[in-house]
């Protein structure tokens, strides 16, 4: 059979190519290539996750009922939440710190980084949940009394997810991105579809407390089993020796970040948090159903953003402004047009999507249009927040983030007492674009960098 060759046959079609090839980035440096393929491995790992979730949202929604399913959902959402943020930042600093350490020779401080970092942050989450524990126990009656219980195992399950997210960003910094992401993303949720189904299958009746011990369960295994593949992996390229503590620098580094990265999670939870407050369970599960149906778009910004990070800290380290920003730009591109195509798929089928989580929730399908403008706002700039994070411009970039997390709280307050749903995704949407209009600008100003997904730098 002759083989065709498309471009000498079809000028059409291969002037059609080269041109999404330069759009995409085609003639990618070596660089550039290993992080699309690194990329391409987180986004594979996050869409094959996301099916994950999305299958046990599903199942758990038509187990429980939309009541106890709204529970859990406001109880796991507060573990997403402190879970993330009480790591103090280190699990994104270790994309900054580990590749100093390496490029100064500074072995020691390397070893005591990989072990000290993860003994810090266990024993200040243990602390802190033991104190959340008894403020819980003091609130108890002013709780709703189906909350209390899921609450507390919440509580438990902090420390283990907290060492996780840490071991995490150890792993992206080594490139190593399935032992990074597969123990939470893909083992952490097929372990909670298989304790609920066991569970399910033996005749018990799924409350929100059965949802939330099969949740630990499966967060404090994922994690041990991280940390044993880890520590292996680790012996074999880091050379055994005396460890030293950096612990004043590491927090020096790791603060500012954990503010961004604690008005940044502010910002991506506020909606169903405040929808709670003003609105019933079943409510807030409908909207969590809408939130996780557009978790696709999201998943990109994140591939980008676990695989670029460390290498924005290397070139800016080197000297290295030219190739510096030519990966930006390549960043922000398969960024904002994967996500643009995500977009439209899922609103596309969005319907059917959420009717998979029971008929009720397909009500939710408006909201997922005035969501998805938040989400395609903010994919237009790319990382831009772990680049300036990484080049030293936490604090400004925390600053932003706070701006846009005040904004959201209060135009939910403003919107979902009278709008619902609908209030709660457009006071998201509008946060984000602000904070998307913030973030370029502050780029601009302090790199010089056109960080934006079309257009042309005037510099």
Request: proline fraction near 3%; glycine fraction near 8%; aromatic fraction near 12%.
């Amino acid at each position: 059979m002759a083989v065709i060759d498309t471009e000498t046959t079809n000028p059409e079609s291969a002037g059609l190519l080269a041109r999404l090839r330069a759009l995409l980035g085609g003639g990618d440096s070596h660089e550039a290539s290993l992080t699309k393929r690194l990329a391409g491995t987180v986004f594979i790992i996050r869409v094959f996750s996301a099916g994950l979730a999305y299958l046990s949202q599903v199942l758990l929604a038509r187990w429980m009922g939309t009541s106890d399913y709204g529970v859990y959902v406001y109880v796991w959402t507060w573990v997403l939440l402190l879970g993330s943020m009480m790591d103090f930042g280190i699990a994104v600093s270790a994309q900054k710190l580990i590749p100093e350490y390496r490029a100064a020779n500074q072995h020691a401080l390397l070893r005591g980084f990989l072990s000290g970092s993860r003994w810090l942050t266990f024993a200040v989450s243990l602390t802190v949940s033991l104190l959340l524990a008894g403020a819980v126990k003091l609130a108890s009656p002013w709780i709703n009394a189906d909350t209390v219980l899921p609450l507390y195992i919440g509580c438990l399950t902090l420390p283990a997810f907290v060492v996780a997210n840490v071991q995490d960003g150890l792993a992206r910094s080594h490139d190593w991105m399935r032992l990074g992401l597969m123990p939470q993303f893909v083992v952490r949720q097929s372990l909670i579809i298989g304790f609920t189904a066991g569970a399910f299958a033996l005749g018990l009746k799924l409350t929100a407390v059965d949802a939330m011990l099969a949740s630990v369960a499966a967060v404090w295994i994922a994690m041990i089993g991280q940390m044993t593949v880890l520590n292996r992996r680790l012996a074999t390229t880091v050379d055994p020796g005396p460890k030293a503590y950096a612990v004043k620098n590491w927090l020096a580094v790791s603060l500012p970040i954990m503010l961004v990265e604690s008005f940044y999670l502010l910002l991506s939870y506020t909606d169903v948090l405040m929808l709670q407050q003003f609105r019933s369970s079943e409510d807030v599960g409908v909207y969590f159903a809408v939130v996780k149906t557009l978790a696709l778009v999201s998943f990109i910004h994140y591939a980008m953003s676990a695989t670029t990070a460390h290498r924005f800290s290397e070139y800016h380290t080197a000297g290295d402004k030219e190739r510096l920003s030519a990966y930006v730009a390549h960043a922000i591109k398969w960024t904002f047009w994967p996500s643009l195509a995500a977009t439209l798929v899922l609103l596309a089928l969005g319907e059917p999507l959420l009717w998979l989580f029971g008929p009720q929730f397909t009500g939710g399908y408006g909201i997922m249009f005035v969501a998805a403008i938040g989400l395609v706002a903010r994919s237009a700039i790319g990382p831009v927040e772990r680049l300036l994070n990484m080049l030293g411009h936490q604090h400004v970039c925390a600053l932003a983030y706070a701006l846009a997390f005040v904004m959201n709280v209060v135009l939910c307050l403003l919107l979902v007492p009278h709008y619902g749903g609908y209030g709660a995704a457009a006071a998201t949407s509008l946060s984000l674009i602000f904070e998307t209009v913030l973030l370029f600008w502050i780029t601009r100003q302090r790199l010089g960098l056109h960080v934006l997904a079309f257009g042309k730098s005037k510099s």
